[in-house]
C-alpha cells in the first residue's frame, strides 16, 4: 500500500495507556519524518508529534511528559505512546509522513485514523 495505516486506537479509562501504530511502505517511510495529528468531534485538526528521520521529535505542549513518539526505521513503522490519557485526549488520531520545513509537518501522505477514546 502507498498509504500509512494506523492501528491501536481503542476505548480506555482516564489515566490508562493505548500505544498507536502506523505502518507504510519503506518507500515512503525510509525518506520522511512523520507526525501524529487528532481531531476531536467539532474541533480543528492538530499536530500532535513529529519525529524526524534521525529521531528528533517535537510535541504539542498539552502532550509533552504524556507520548512519546518513536519510528522504527527497519520495520517502517512509527508508534506513539500515550501515557496519562484524560478525556480531552478523545479524538481520531493519524499518522501523516512528509517532509518538516520550518518546523511544521508538510504532509505528503495520511492514514485512515484511528480512534481514541478515553472515559472518565
Known amino acids: 500500500q502507498v498509504q500509512p495505516v494506523e492501528s491501536g486506537g481503542g476505548l480506555v479509562q482516564a489515566g490508562g495507556s493505548l500505544r498507536l501504530s502506523c505502518a507504510a511502505s519503506r518507500l515512503i517511510f525510509s525518506i520522511n519524518p512523520m507526525g501524529w495529528y487528532r481531531q476531536a468531534p467539532g474541533k480543528q485538526r492538530e499536530l500532535v508529534a513529529t519525529?524526524?528521520?534521525?529521531?528528533?521529535?517535537n510535541y504539542v505542549d498539552s502532550v509533552k511528559d504524556r507520548f512519546t513518539i518513536s519510528r522504527d526505521n527497519a520495520k517502517n513503522t512509527g508508534y506513539l505512546q500515550m501515557n496519562m490519557l484524560t478525556p480531552e485526549d478523545t479524538a481520531v488520531y493519524y499518522c501523516?509522513?512528509?517532509?518538516?520545513?520550518?518546523?511544521?509537518?508538510?504532509?505528503?501522505?495520511w492514514g485512515q485514523g484511528t480512534q481514541v477514546t478515553v472515559s472518565s
Open positions: 519525529i524526524t528521520r534521525g529521531g528528533s521529535t
Open positions: 501523516a509522513l512528509g517532509p518538516l520545513r520550518s518546523g511544521l509537518l508538510e504532509p505528503n501522505y
